[in-house]
């Protein structure tokens, strides 16, 4: 049996939900909604993750900002740079003005830090904050000598922009899934506060957005912005859905179609019955969405705090280790204290602290732009090593619902003209396959005339007087009950590819056949293409029968496809495809795929509008869109390849820099000084932070 139409009528009909009832209940957990996606935003930069407990996004960025403002005297008092600029600068008590600018950066900019690093330190897991609070305590503490005159070198210019870049960092850390939702929060702003509620006695009142409830029903006028998730019961217009989906063409919508809250109406007035207000509307789930891949920590993240506390005993090591031998080869204090100062603060390099925060800021808003959503950073980045991907069929590679695939008219008549007047009969009937033909007579802009007669013969089709003449549309078995002729050959290929055949009938002849079907997207053919490319196996896995199932897989150019297979059983399928040494991702509608979607090594799930929160999917595409797949495998290679390369650029300068700053070659006139050492440094943020960016291109 034809899954096409019965799905895509199921699809309608789960999405249609009764008033106060959640979407998706398994979505809910975990997640904390509020009643308006704008106030769901708020609240949510307030929060940081666990190393940034006590602190929020604003947090750090006033002490960015404030401490940068403070590092510029002290670069300008130090006398290092002075000594770079070829000036002398220097004016009585210089040196306690820069110890003053110094503490106040200390203590102000390189809070968050030492409070990190003591939570750190308590839980007995030192990592990112405590390298960094090594580091400033022991260049604050060394430069604070200058005072008593035990040492005439001071790392205070290198304290403050330590403290810059780190908190620049963890600024953008905190911020970086919150560039996608930026957009969105813009979007918010632009949704309507008052709509135009229809009462029941027909009358227009203005009321707020915040007190509509499913069921109710809406006006919205010409070039207003959609308030809430609906479907049209009366109007026709084009939406523009550009700023949600990505769709750059505006969309007819017809009634029994659905809108989504945030598109802006065209040239036409529309009556919707909302659906979805409030926490349970588009963009606040979207919104949830965002949240969640917030909370969801990235592998390479957790790499680069690995690689903090690896570098924080190294350091804490290196340094005590250097002081030790210095002192044993009879050098003075002074200098075995200088030198271990320099491998100290050295081991931090900057780079570090940006060096995934940029990649992961740059590629969520790519993905946003995109229209992906990931709801599961590990699962994003690991999508590198993907070399398979499943495809559900229907509503995934195909449309979910009937278009006409082929025309074939008998000889004296053209194909227009049998669509033309087999849709007359149709534009009366409510039947799934009568919206093929609508949409098939839009598309080719043909003229329909209304018939003078119609009536639906049950179990066999339509019939009816168009322009004078008796035309019927009717079905197979109709033809072989009444024992008319037709090109039987013609019919057995179509049929065995599993698609519905009507036939037209004029005056009792024979005219044409029309044949529909569950439609290939376009885009699917690109998809396969160059994941063919790419050297990753695409798959089809289906319910429906499999004539159906090959016949896509014959437009599509698939070589493996699994159909008849039911909803419990494709994610034994999954499994089986892993067993054979593939990482495999599964592309579906979210709902009778879940099983397979959560059993597979990514899970993405395809859907549009209101239908678009999956509680198993690691990634939604807010476009039914295959080729987004290919983006998302695209985008985490480069990705993945972004962090590996900041994380050895910012990491990798230390197995030189370390010896070079403990003296390893002194005995060889080579040493690296505290000015050398901040230049290197400086030099690997710099590379990182172009590294990062280059991602957008």
């Known amino acids: 049996m034809y899954k096409g139409p019965h799905k895509h009528h199921m699809l309608h009909s789960k999405m249609e939900h009764p008033p106060g009832q959640p979407m998706h209940d398994n979505h809910q957990k975990g997640m904390h909604h509020s009643h308006h996606p704008k106030e769901s935003l708020e609240n949510h930069h307030t929060h940081g993750v666990d190393k940034h407990a006590g602190h929020h996004v604003g947090d750090f960025r006033k002490r960015f900002y404030i401490s940068l403002l403070f590092t510029i005297p002290i670069m300008l008092l130090s006398p290092m740079i ?8 220097r004016f009585p008590y210089d040196t306690f003005l820069l110890f003053l600018l110094s503490s106040f950066v200390f203590f102000f900019g390189g809070k968050p830090f030492l409070v990190g690093a003591y939570r750190e330190v308590t839980l007995k897991s030192p990592g990112m904050m405590t390298l960094i ?35 620049l960092g963890h600024w953008l850390e905190m911020k970086s899934i919150l560039g996608a939702s930026d957009a969105l929060e813009a979007l918010v702003k632009l949704i309507p506060s008052e709509a135009h509620l229809i009462t029941e006695t027909g009358d227009v009142k203005e009321v707020s957005v915040s007190v509509l409830k499913a069921e109710q029903t809406i006006l919205i006028k010409p070039g207003e912005r959609v308030p809430v998730d609906g479907v049209i019961v009366k109007g026709e217009s084009s ?43 588009y963009l606040s789930q979207v919104i949830s969405l965002v949240k969640e891949a917030q909370e969801s920590k990235s592998k390479t993240q957790n790499l680069s705090d690995r690689a903090a506390k690896w570098l924080f005993y190294i350091a804490l090591s290196a340094g005590l280790v250097t002081l030790v031998v210095w002192l044993m080869l009879g050098y003075s204090f002074n200098f075995a204290l200088e030198r271990m100062v320099t491998v100290m603060i050295i081991a931090c390099p900057h780079a570090l602290g940006l060096a995934i925060p940029l990649v992961v800021s740059t590629t969520t808003s790519i993905a946003a732009k995109k229209g992906l959503l990931i709801r599961n950073r590990t699962s994003f980045e690991e999508a590198h090593k993907l070399n398979a991907v499943v495809f559900d069929k229907t509503g995934t590679l195909t449309e979910g619902k009937f278009g006409i695939t082929e025309i074939l ?29 609508t949409e098939e007579v839009k598309r080719r802009n043909l003229k329909v005339n209304d018939p003078q007669s119609f009536e639906a013969m049950t179990g066999k089709g339509l019939r009816g007087i168009v322009n004078g003449m008796n035309i019927k549309v009717v079905s197979p078995g109709y033809m072989k009950s009444e024992d008319i002729d037709y090109p039987s050959e013609d019919y057995n290929m179509l049929s065995l590819q599993g698609k519905t055949v009507v036939f037209i009938l004029v005056n009792e002849e024979f005219a044409g056949m029309i044949a529909l079907a569950d439609r290939v997207k376009e885009s699917a053919k690109d998809a396969i293409s160059k994941l063919n490319i790419a050297g990753i196996k695409p798959m089809m896995l289906t319910g429906d029968n499999k004539r159906v199932a090959e016949w896509v897989g014959e437009s599509l150019h698939l070589d493996e496809i699994y159909a008849e297979v039911l909803p419990h059983e494709k994610a034994e399928k999954i499994t089986e495809i892993q067993h054979k040494g593939l990482k495999v991702a599964m592309t579906g509608d979210g709902v009778n795929d879940a099983p397979a979607l959560a059993k597979a090594d990514l899970g993405i799930a395809v859907g549009a509008g209101t239908d678009v929160a999956i509680e198993t999917a690691d990634i939604v595409l807010v476009r039914s869109d295959p080729e987004d797949v290919v983006s998302i495998i695209e985008l985490s290679r480069r990705a ?50 172009i590294n990062a960016k280059l991602l957008r291109a």
Do not use: C
């Open 82 to 89: 002075q000594m770079f600029l070829g000036v002398s600068w």
């Open 133 to 167: 609070a090594l580091a400033i305590v022991v260049a604050y503490f060394y430069s604070s000598l200058i005072l008593t005159g035990l040492t005439e070198v001071d790392f205070f210019w290198e304290l403050a922009t330590l403290i810059d870049i780190m908190l």
């Open 239 to 281: 939406l523009d859905e550009s700023m949600l989906t990505g769709e750059s063409m505006p969309i007819v919508k017809n009634p029994g179609d659905r809108l989504i809250g945030g598109s802006i109406n065209g040239e036409g007035a529309l009556t919707i019955t909302v659906t979805n207000s409030g926490e349970k509307g």
């Open 409 to 437: 008219p008998a000889k004296r008549f053209t194909e227009s003209e049998i669509l033309s007047l087999a849709s007359s009969l149709e534009s009366q009937s409510e039947h799934p396959i009568s919206k093929g033909f």
């Open 640 to 689: 993945y390849q972004k962090m590996i390369q900041n994380l050895w650029w910012a990491t990798g300068y230390n197995i030189i820099a370390i010896p070079l700053a403990a003296g390893l070659f002194y005995k060889a006139g080579i040493v690296l000084g505290p000015a050398v050492g901040a230049a290197l440094m400086s030099f690997s943020t710099i590379v990182v932070a």
